[in-house]
């Protein structure tokens, strides 16, 4: 169960199915499913508005994988949802070019900095990104190799506590204006306490970067329940929003207090 303020059904309904609690204080846009610009959940849609099957990317997105230090050998894994969109890029600013029934099966080529896209090659040979948490894989994700995005902008940040520990589980919404049709991306903290918001390389303007969800995964929980019911974490990121203008240099840095 989760923590909501005033959120859009859509988001109340998948955030519930993933046990996230979200602040009080901050409200994110709303609006339509997962398939346009404006992101209606942190964590993973499930696309409710289908790309026509005829569809064919124009550009073969072409990616550069970081060198490792051990031969990495792709391996299958699937969606477990329907409607699952594979895009251009590894953010919702990002059109898409496939859209996936449940069950569908994915080569895993890598993951984008900090492990919330994965990099995949679909049964008709079309490469994209998926939202890693709409993948069900017995190899964990996160092992496989970093391939660099070309072509876009990065929106990078950092979460620690006082002390300097990285804080895992922050959500952030990027956002560039108000209202329903407003263009915004969603980004989270990883195990180092950093976000990636990868953002269209023509892109510009001031854009708004606004803390607004905790997972349950994160290291400032109280224990593993989750539970609507207890108070699962106390503390809050200072601050709680940020304005940037692109193109964006440096790491923005955020404290949990």
Not at 57 to 69: K, Q
Not at 248 to 254: A, I, P, R
């Amino acid at each position: 169960m989760i923590r909501i303020n005033t959120l859009p059904l859509a988001l109340m309904i998948m955030l519930t199915s993933h046990g996230c609690s979200m602040p009080s204080q901050v409200t994110t846009p709303s609006g339509p499913a997962e398939t346009t610009t404006v992101i209606s959940a942190l964590l993973p849609p499930t696309e409710t508005q289908p790309i026509s099957p005829t569809l064919t990317p124009s550009i073969t997105p072409t990616e550069t994988a970081v060198p490792t230090p051990t031969t990495f050998v792709p391996f299958t894994a699937s969606v477990w949802a329907d409607n699952v969109n594979v895009r251009t890029k590894p953010g919702y600013l990002f059109p898409a070019v496939r859209l996936l029934a449940k069950a569908t099966n994915l080569t895993i080529l890598g993951k984008a900095p900090g492990g919330e896209w994965i990099f995949a090659r679909t049964p008709d040979g079309t490469s994209g990104w998926v939202f890693t948490q709409l993948i069900e894989s017995s190899i964990d994700l996160q092992s496989v190799p970093i391939i660099e995005p070309q072509d876009v902008q990065l929106i990078k940040g950092r979460v620690t506590d006082s002390s300097g520990i990285p804080i895992q589980g922050v959500g952030f919404a990027v956002v560039q204006g108000a209202g329903d049709q407003a263009p915004a991306n969603i980004a989270r903290t990883d195990a180092n306490g950093e976000f990636f918001s990868f953002m269209p390389a023509n892109a510009r303007g001031e854009w708004t970067v606004t803390y607004n969800a905790i997972a349950c995964k994160s290291n400032v929980w109280s224990d593993d329940s989750c539970s609507y019911y207890k108070d699962p974490y106390r503390g809050v990121v200072e601050p709680q929003s940020t304005n940037v203008s692109l193109p964006q240099s440096g790491v923005l840095e955020f404290v949990w207090k």
